[in-house]
């Protein structure tokens, strides 16, 4: 892997000069300046997390903040909404001087932040939660001015075109409409200024647009828009100007009108756009589903079930299948087969909700399917965990705070986590520490995982980090058939970079890999077959190469 | 920097309320050291007075770190004590009553918790609730059982017969009625420390504490888990509660416990639910609940000491919140 890195790094990085179009942004200036920070610095100890930071946001654009994670975005915006007290420099709001004692202060005097993570109380009603943020300096301690809120939020969303359900529950809600709420939470009339973290995170891809719409329109209206986000395209789509910080500090600050995702990706990570991870060992010859007139692309004549069906059903006699899938049924997900040769990546795309958690759930133990057969070598696999510890899968999941790590607990016992039954660790009822401590080290080496030491806590890491001690644990017992969910959500490009090569290594070493990710590009790129999902049912497998075209209508249901 | 501001609060506050008692602070804390330690004898008092916090405290500690809130081990140890005074007073070879009595503690103690549990895993009652409803149950138990199953001999006061001298632990510092139920309890503190820190099983009710979804997914039951922290939970409360029979009453009464299951949850809180950090907090507690006597001298009524211990553990919490909030 060390050479990949390197070959990465043929790129020089970015000069030491941090404003590599100081001229455009100077002739940029149009808009009065809403807020400026001045030599913003926040250190955490002996870590400094903003260092010297200099930002603007001018009304009626939007400004996006890039970096990868840990560069320094959620400190920004949190010293900018009230939330962090800054170590040094100084806020001016509108030309004036001013600090924010808090979140509430900072609402006060006009700044309105939507988290990534809502803040909204579930079993209360839409208008209750709006209630609950309500400007509290309005009438005594007993007022429950819930007819104003209302009326309030009512007109905001008329003017947004939204119609919002105002009694029912808030959890009740999709992401998408969750969101708005959190929107007029942060919307008052006095409020100039919105920051925006990571919006786009939670929310499915026909959510997006919705968003961006809402953004745009609202700095039309003259607010100023804080964008913060690692997702190139957004950025570029969205975005007047962009601020990119690295390790604290400002690398770049740029027109986006004059970059391109090149530029971006450049500018964050300091070498150039994420390269495709190639293969490291030429494709499988038990890999028997690379019919030529797929690979050129050309689209298939048969009806996809038809496809399906005669594909799967040549491969499934195969006895040296590493995985087979067979008519699996689970809640949403109907009827599914296929099957995973050693040394293949079969990757399912498809939009979010289409039987995907369902299929993940299957195959990392986390419930039995309710009618199908599942085959692991062969061998029939009854889905738990200690049943896949035992056939050798290594499961990737898609939540990695909840379900891959348990984040207070250290590196050291993260990475036991899996391996605490087996006999190599154990002597009696104990553990043995010495060896599980020398494991953590040995895969801390070899996953690069950067951390103080084996005994720093889970959530002390980066996300990056943190999915790297996840794959490690699944890729440290050289696993026959790896299952990876999103294994790239929420990561920033060097991670993901390091997270394909992971992948392919375990390819490399004969792993049978099962891709489910809802990065279409990431399936693309990885897999050497692609399923699509739709609806919980298998549309088809198909090259990689196919046209997108062809791939959209596939996931969207058309046959 | 801010442990001092709070600690300096803290102090503040309490002679602010001793004071408005109309008595002299420094008068009230030389009477709380004297009544703890003045004396081999307050001495071995403070240490009686620990042995059933530590021990509640351990089960309360090892509950909550499985995410467990358990905060039944007031029901917990009176339930060990009725186990307790039940088989120590049967009929059977002398040398096998106290350690029967004891265990009959302990598995009394898991049977409640193990309500509890039952409770939570089967109907999904939080433990919260289930293991608080629990305490008043036991309460009306024993004074229940003290009038009728196990009410003395004579049928003359709600309490019941007395052990056997060979049923009772004996005394571990000649001259004090400091009994060897104190040595148990350090031992267990050691242990239930090896437990957590180096054992399998301990690792997973840790792991299952701090992250279930994913100690599920890495293979760990958390079923099983929650039902062995429960039991475990119960038991060392249950010991507790027998202890103070089998060393310090010799009969059960009601009403039985001065609320050692309450302050439990403070010794482990303020012990940062560690296990050794236990020993000291139960002893700092018990060493207040001993002096208290003490205070009265002063002039003050003993609720002081009831003060004191609210405003030590509010300390704590202040300073936990001003740690968290200068991040």
């Known amino acids: ?559 | 920097m801010k442990l001092v501001a709070c600690v300096v609060g803290g102090l503040l506050l309490l002679a602010a309320v001793i004071l408005a008692a109309k008595a002299s602070p420094v008068a009230v804390a030389l009477a709380l050291f004297r009544g703890a330690f003045g004396s081999k004898d307050s001495v071995a008092n403070t240490l009686i007075q620990t042995t059933p916090l530590l021990l509640t405290g351990l089960g309360v500690g090892l509950a909550f770190k499985g995410k467990l809130f358990n905060i039944g081990a007031e029901g917990q140890f009176l339930l060990g004590a009725v186990f307790a005074i039940w088989a120590g007073t049967q009929r059977l070879p002398a040398p096998l009553l106290l350690p029967l009595a004891l265990l009959s503690g302990a598995l009394g103690g898991a049977l409640w918790a193990g309500l509890a549990a039952a409770l939570k895993l089967w109907r999904g009652v939080q433990e919260v609730l289930s293991t608080l409803l629990l305490n008043f149950v036991a309460i009306q138990l024993v004074a229940w059982m003290v009038r009728g199953p196990l009410q003395e001999a004579v049928k003359q006061y709600p309490q019941s017969d007395k052990l056997a001298i060979s049923s009772r632990l004996a005394f571990l510092w000649p001259g004090t009625q400091l009994h060897q139920g104190f040595l148990i309890a350090l031992v267990l503190a050691v242990l239930i420390w090896a437990y957590l820190a180096k054992t399998a099983s301990g690792f997973a009710l840790r792991a299952v504490g701090a992250g279930a979804e994913a100690a599920e997914a890495a293979g760990i039951s958390v079923a099983k888990t929650t039902w062995g922290t429960f039991l475990l939970s119960g038991a060392l409360s249950g010991l507790a509660g027998a202890i103070q029979i089998c060393g310090v009453t010799y009969f059960l009464a009601d009403p039985y416990s001065k609320g050692y299951g309450y302050t439990a949850i403070a010794v482990a809180l303020l012990a940062n639910l560690s296990p050794l950090w236990t020993i000291l907090t139960a002893l700092f507690f018990g060493a207040l609940t001993a002096g208290a006597t003490e205070v009265q001298s002063a002039g003050v009524s003993s609720v002081v000491i009831q003060v004191l211990q609210a405003v030590t553990l509010l300390t704590v919490l202040a300073y936990g919140w001003l740690r968290e909030r200068g991040k």
């Not at chain 1, 404003?19 to 455009?24: A, D, F, G, Y």
């Not at chain 1, 009512?154 to 999709?174: F, I, N, Q, R, T």
């Not at chain 1, 087969?337 to 498809?350: K, Q, Y």
């Not at chain 1, 026959?480 to 070493?509: C, F, M, W």
Request: net charge neutral; aromatic share 4%.
């Open chain 1, 1 to 559: 892997m060390l050479s990949l890195v390197r070959s990465r790094r043929r790129v020089p990085s970015l000069p030491s000069s941090p404003r590599p179009s100081s001229q455009s942004w100077e002739e940029g200036r149009e808009g009065r300046v809403l807020l400026e920070a001045r030599a913003l610095t926040r250190r955490f100890g002996s870590f400094t997390a903003l260092d010297s930071v200099d930002f603007d946001l001018r009304a009626g654009e939007i400004h996006a903040v890039l970096g990868e994670n840990g560069a320094g975005k959620s400190t920004l915006m949190n010293v900018l909404s009230g939330l962090l007290r800054p170590s040094a420099g100084e806020l001016l709001l509108e030309g004036s001087p001013t600090r924010f004692d808090s979140p509430a202060d900072a609402s006060a005097q006009g700044i309105g932040m939507v988290h990534q993570h809502f803040l909204l109380v579930p079993p209360l009603s839409v208008t209750e939660n709006l209630l609950l943020s309500a400007n509290k300096a309005k009438g005594g301690p007993l007022s429950w001015p819930i007819t104003d809120v209302l009326d309030e939020a009512k007109v905001l969303a008329e003017k947004l075109g939204w119609s919002l359900p105002w009694d029912a529950l808030a959890g009740s809600l999709p992401v998408g409409t969750q969101q708005r709420i959190e929107i007029l939470k942060a919307l008052r009339g006095e409020t100039k200024i919105l920051i925006f973290d990571e919006p786009t995170a939670v929310l499915t891809p026909t959510e997006t647009p919705e968003l961006f719409a809402t953004l745009r329109q609202l700095a039309a209206e003259g607010k100023g828009i804080v964008f913060i986000s690692h997702k190139l395209d957004e950025v570029l789509a969205l975005s007047e100007r962009v601020t990119v910080l690295r390790r604290g500090k400002v690398v770049a600050r740029l027109k986006t009108a004059e970059c391109d995702a090149g530029v971006l990706a450049e500018a964050m990570v300091g070498r150039d756009v994420i390269a495709p991870s190639p293969r490291l060992v030429p494709r499988l010859p038990s890999s028997p589903d690379a019919p030529s007139s797929r690979e050129e692309g050309q689209p298939n004549p048969l009806p996809n079930e038809a496809r399906v069906a005669g594909e799967e059903g040549r491969r499934l006699s195969g006895g040296e299948m590493a995985l087979t899938v067979q008519n699996v049924t689970l809640r949403k997900l109907k009827n599914i087969s296929f099957t995973v040769a050693p040394g293949e990546i079969l990757g399912f795309a498809g939009v979010d909700g289409n039987g995907q958690t369902e299929l993940a759930d299957c195959l990392s133990g986390m419930s039995k399917p309710q009618s199908g057969e599942i085959l692991v070598a062969g061998a029939a696999l009854q889905p738990s965990p200690k049943a896949l510890q035992d056939a050798r899968i290594g499961v990737i999941p898609a939540d990695r705070q909840k379900r891959g790590l348990a984040l207070s607990m250290t590196i050291t016992e993260n990475l036991t986590l899996g391996v605490q039954d087996s006999p190599a660790f154990r002597r009696g009822p104990f553990l043995s520490a010495k060896a599980l401590r020398a494991r953590a080290e040995q895969l801390i080496q070899r996953f690069d995982i950067r951390a103080e030491g084996p005994d720093s806590a889970a959530s002390s890491l980066s996300g990056g980090n943190q999915q790297k001690v996840v794959i490690a644990r699944a890729l440290a017992g050289e696993p026959k058939v790896v299952v990876a969910v999103n294994p790239t959500r929420g990561l920033d490009v060097g991670a993901i970079g390091y997270v394909h090569k992971a992948l392919r290594e375990a390819q490399a070493s004969g792993a049978a890999i099962l891709l489910i990710s809802t990065e279409l590009d990431e399936v693309l790129t990885l897999s050497d077959r692609v399923a699509v999902l739709f609806d919980g049912r298998l549309m088809g497998i198909v090259s990689p190469q196919t046209p997108r075209e062809e791939l959209g209508r596939l996931m969207g249901g058309a046959a």
